[in-house]
């Protein structure tokens, strides 16, 4: 089994550990050793069951079922394709931030993506660093657009700045 990191430490808490701190969801960075390329994603250590309520009672019941995210690799046919073809010694899993809840697991998964600005960052010979295909499925990369985003981010930092 390939470990998870968090804070350059394995990673690898008890169900009761989890709930015991209060996690709900994280933020995960999965690097590939082979041409340095990564992704930025979230996961849930819960998923919400909702069972039937029980003889005589009106409320549908509901527990919490850990996920499977000690095996996850990712959401992305890409990674998963990529882990498949070159092993899963080749990556490495990394934690960026656990939280408490979804909001706030999905808020920092968007403001991760946005701030490693995974549709647009370039390597040295041009090609995109992120594998990330999209951010929540309504923001794409563009070339078209690429050059626009770039300069007004710029032109926003500066304006900060100054």
Known sequence: MFMWLFQKKKFDPSLDEIRENGWYGFVYLITSGIDNRMYIGKKFFYSKITRPPLKGKKRKR?????????DYWSSSKIVNSLVEEHGKENFTREII???PNKQETN???LRAQILFDVLDSRNKNGERLF???NIERKYYPSEKF????CNLFEDYIARIIN
């Open 62 to 70: 509901h527990e919490l079922k850990e996920s499977n995210w000690r």
């Open 97 to 99: 931030s656990l939280h």
């Open 107 to 109: 808020y920092h998964e």
């Open 131 to 133: 594998l990330n295909e």
């Open 146 to 149: 690429r050059d626009e985003r």
